[in-house]
Every structure is written in structure tokens, then in C-alpha cells.
């Protein structure tokens, strides 16, 4: 069982940054594909950013592709979720999933760990 905790959310006008973080309570995530999902009030959770277990492989989606970036550190007990230019459409809760494969997924279902959530709020 891996217990995924996000943070680095919080509240902030259109056209700034924020970073998010996601780990696993000390654990290396380096046996995992991750991602970046998000869900809006009366939204389903929508795909965001995916990283492979390499590293060496990204994925974004279209709304955030060249705002959003994805990594994960060297020690491969975190990644990261680096946004900038963001809008107030970016505003949801963002999580972080793991999945037990060398690659990463756009579909929720792929993953098998998730953590809790961390609200982003993008004031216009």
C-alpha cells in the first residue's frame, strides 16, 4: 500500500504559479508511472500531466501543455507539478497517482494509488 500525500496548493491570482508536490511518506516512487489529475466542482477528474518511471517521458494534456510541467527528483521520493500562467479555469482539487508500471496513463482507471487532494484557487 502506498499513501500518497500532495501539497503546495493555495490561492492565487491569474497569470501566477504555484507548485505542487506529491510523495509517499519517505518511500521511493521510482518503481512508479505518475500523474497529475484534477477535478472541478460538478467536473469529472480530468488527466493533466503524466511522467514514466524513467523520467524520460511526459505527457500533458492540450489546456496546460506549456504552462505545466512535470518531474520527479533524483532520490525519486517526490514529484512535482510546476504550474505557471495559470487561469482561473486551472481551479480544482489536483491529484497525484501512482501506478505500478514504467509508464504513465491518461486514464484515471490505469492508476492504482491515489492521495487525498490539494485545492488550487486561481483568482481572476
Known amino acids: 500500500q502506498v499513501q500518497l500525500v500532495e501539497s503546495g496548493g493555495g490561492l492565487v491570482q491569474a497569470g501566477g504559479s504555484l507548485r505542487l508536490s506529491c510523495g509517499a511518506s519517505?518511500?521511493?516512487?521510482?518503481?512508479?508511472?505518475m500523474g497529475w489529475f484534477r477535478q472541478a466542482p460538478g467536473k469529472e477528474r480530468e488527466f493533466v500531466a503524466a511522467?514514466?518511471?524513467?523520467?524520460?517521458?511526459?505527457d500533458y494534456a492540450d489546456s496546460v501543455k506549456g504552462r505545466f510541467t512535470i518531474s520527479r527528483n533524483n532520490a525519486e521520493i517526490a514529484v512535482y507539478l510546476q504550474m505557471n500562467s495559470l487561469k482561473p479555469e486551472d481551479t480544482a482539487v489536483y491529484y497525484c497517482?501512482?501506478?505500478?508500471?514504467?509508464?504513465?496513463?491518461?486514464?484515471?482507471?490505469?492508476?492504482?494509488?491515489w492521495g487525498q487532494g490539494t485545492q488550487v484557487t486561481v483568482s481572476s
Open positions: 497517482g501512482a501506478r505500478v508500471s514504467s509508464v504513465a496513463g491518461r486514464e484515471f482507471y490505469e492508476y492504482d494509488y
Open positions: 519517505g518511500r521511493t516512487l521510482s518503481t512508479y508511472g
Open positions: 511522467i514514466s518511471r524513467s523520467g524520460y517521458s511526459t
